[in-house]
C-alpha cells in the first residue's frame, strides 16, 4: 500500500487531496480568482495536463463518472492555468474532464491557478497517487519527466515527499529490458517497484557471459506472472535459481518438469544426485487424492525395491 504524497514548499504541508478545495487555493491565483468562483471555460480550449502520470484511463471509471456528474453534477470544478492568450491546461481533474467530454458537454466549471511547471508536475503526481491507486511503472515514468524541472533528484525528492531509497526504486524501472518495458506500457500494474529493484540487482549481478541465461529466466518468470502461476516477489530468486540450473552447478537440479492445469503451473518433478523430489501446490489435491497419490507411491518404490 503506498503511502500518501505529502508535498512541501509547494502548497503547504500535508497530503494533496483533490476533495479540499482550500489546499488547491493556497497556489497564487490569477487575478480577481478565489476558491469559491469558478468559471465555464470551453471544453475545446482545454488541453490535458502535459505531466499526467496516468498511462490508461479505464473506459469503465469514466463511464461511472460520467453516470454520476449526469446524476448529480459536478461537485468540483477542475483546476486549470493559462497557457497563452486562448488556451488552457488541466492541473487536476482530467478524469472530471475526460466525462465532461464524454456526455458532450461544451464546458466545464474550472477555477484557474497561476503555477508553473514544477508546481504543476508535482500536483498532478500526488493527485493520482492519493487518489486513484497509481502503478509504480506510472509513477517512476511521471518522476523522469519532471526531475529536470527540479535542481537535484534531493530536491525532487523533497517536494514528492518520497525517501530518496524508495525514490530510486522507481529508477529500477530504466535497467529493466525491453521487452518488460513493452509489457509495462500495457499493463502498467505489472510488476511493483520493489519487483523491479529485485530483478535490476539480479541482472546487474549477473556475469556478462550469464546474461543471456538470465534475461531467458526472467521471460520465463513473466510468463508465470502473467498466468497468477508465479508470485512478482519471487521473480529474482527464479532468475537465481534458473541460471544455476542452466550452468549445471551443485545444487542446480539435472532433470526438472514442471506440472499444469489449465495453463497454471501446478508443481514440478525433479532429480539430482541427491535424490528425487515431486512437489503439488498446495489445493491441488484434495485429501482422498492425496492418499491415493501416496498409496501409488508407495507401491511403486516398493516393487522397486524388491525387483
Not at 113 to 138: G, T
Request: net charge neutral; glycine share 4%.
Amino acid at each position: 500500500m503506498k503511502k500518501p504524497i505529502t508535498v512541501s514548499g509547494l502548497i503547504g504541508s500535508g497530503s494533496v487531496q483533490e476533495s479540499s478545495p482550500a489546499k488547491l487555493a493556497q497556489f497564487k491565483k490569477q487575478a480577481d480568482f478565489s476558491s469559491s468562483i469558478a468559471v465555464n471555460i470551453n471544453l475545446s480550449l482545454i488541453q490535458p495536463n502535459p505531466y499526467q502520470p496516468r498511462r490508461i484511463f479505464p473506459e469503465a471509471e469514466i463511464n461511472d463518472l460520467a453516470e454520476s456528474i449526469a446524476e448529480i453534477g459536478l461537485i468540483q470544478p477542475i483546476a486549470v492555468r493559462k497557457v497563452d492568450e486562448q488556451f488552457y491546461q488541466i492541473i487536476a481533474g482530467e478524469r472530471r474532464f475526460r466525462a465532461y467530454k464524454q456526455l458532450n458537454k461544451t464546458e466545464i466549471a474550472c477555477v484557474q491557478f497561476v503555477c508553473d511547471d514544477s508546481d504543476m508536475a508535482v500536483m498532478a503526481i500526488a493527485e493520482n497517487v492519493n487518489r486513484e491507486d497509481l502503478s509504480d511503472y506510472e509513477i517512476a515514468k511521471s518522476i523522469r519527466n519532471v526531475e529536470n524541472l527540479f535542481p537535484t533528484k534531493k530536491k525532487l525528492a523533497e517536494a514528492l515527499g518520497f525517501q530518496r531509497e524508495d525514490m530510486y526504486r522507481y529508477f529500477a524501472f530504466d535497467a529493466l529490458p525491453s521487452f518488460l518495458i513493452k509489457k509495462l506500457e500495457s499493463n502498467p500494474r505489472l510488476i511493483s517497484r520493489n519487483a523491479a529493484s529485485d530483478i535490476k540487482r539480479v541482472l546487474t549481478n549477473t556475469s556478462p557471459e550469464n546474461s543471456e541465461f538470465a534475461l531467458s529466466a526472467l521471460k520465463e518468470a513473466i510468463h508465470f506472472l502473467e498466468n497468477a502461476a508465479l508470485d512478482q516477489t519471487k521473480i529474482a530468486n527464479y532468475i537465481i535459481q534458473k541460471v544455476k540450473y542452466a550452468l549445471g552447478g551443485a545444487s542446480a537440479n539435472k532433470e526438472r518438469e514442471e506440472f499444469y492445469s489449465e495453463g497454471k503451473r501446478v508443481g514440478y518433478f525433479s532429480s539430482s544426485n541427491n535424490g528425487v523430489v515431486i512437489k503439488i501446490s498446495t489445493g491441488v489435491l484434495d485429501a482422498n487424492k492425496t492418499e491415493k497419490l501416496k498409496l501409488i507411491l508407495s507401491e511403486f518404490i516398493k516393487d522397486s525395491t524388491s525387483a
